[in-house]
T-cell receptor
Framework: DAKTTQPPSMDCAEGRAANLPCNHS???????VYWYRQIHSQGPQYIIH???NNETNEMASLIITEDRKSSTLILPHATLRDTAVYYC?????????????FGTGTRLKVLA | DVKVTQSSRYLVKRTGEKVFLECVQDMDHENMFWYRQDPGLGLRLIYFSYDVKMKEKGDIPEGYSVSREKKERFSLILESASTNQTSMYLC????????????FGDGTRLSIL
């Protein structure tokens, strides 16, 4: 699985957009990008994923660069409840590549 | 929504005990996983299963075994608990559709005294 690099921490004002970057420069053609978040003492919560195209759901938007070497998770109107550690993961789709490798993630703090 | 349910949020056991952690998913997913999460070490895969009665070792299977007798249920067994198995244990499930995400339970925080 490709290695991902994320900034260790970020702050965001409540109500503003939070833009969380992820670098995955060694991603291969069949690998998807997944984003999760984890609030202390809970399991990781799935947010969004994509392969090539930008994606949007009720929680967030995912922007993937054309060369697929990086992506950005956008929380459009951050609230205090979005304070969490956010993980970007790249994973293949063939049997034997299902394992997730969680890095250290980005600790997002939403400020009132 | 996918629901992955772990039997206990918090568990305290003694050294040498046999410990069972249970996980149930409600989405008829083929694949299920057990991870442990420790500060500074991230998530590490213990075992996974891609079908009933099938299992594969992950990165750190020593001291653990698993059981998958029914598709919806995946059990992690600590044969003889030791203090270095104190950790947060996370179960996940994954469907067969291409690119599907893993869905995690809320975790079991296990303390071995």
């Amino acid at each position: 699985d490709a290695k991902t690099t994320q900034p260790p921490s970020m702050d965001c004002a409540e109500g503003r957009a939070a833009n969380l970057p992820c670098n995955h420069s060694t991603i291969s053609g069949n690998e998807y990008v997944y984003w999760y978040r984890q609030i202390h003492s809970q399991g990781p919560q799935y947010i969004i994923h994509g392969l090539k195209n930008n994606e949007t759901n009720e929680m967030a938007s995912l922007i993937i660069t054309e060369d697929r070497k990086s992506s950005t998770l956008i929380l459009p109107h951050a609230t205090l409840r979005d304070t969490a550690v956010y993980y970007c993961i790249v994973r293949g789709t063939t049997s034997g590549t299902y394992k997730y490798i969680f890095g250290t993630g980005t600790r997002l703090k939403v400020l009132a | 929504d996918v629901k992955v349910t772990q039997s206990s949020r918090y568990l305290v056991k003694r050294t040498g005990e046999k410990v069972f952690l249970e996980c149930v998913q409600d989405m008829d997913h083929e694949n299920m996983f057990w991870y442990r999460q420790d500060p500074g070490l991230g998530l590490r895969l213990i075992y996974f299963s891609y079908d009933v009665k099938m299992k594969e070792k992950g990165d750190i299977p020593e001291g653990y075994s698993v059981s998958r007798e029914k598709k919806e249920r995946f059990s992690l067994i600590l044969e003889s608990a030791s203090t270095n198995q104190t950790s947060m244990y996370l179960c996940a499930s994954l469907g067969a559709a291409l690119g599907s995400p893993q869905h995690f339970g809320d975790g079991t925080r296990l303390s071995i005294l």
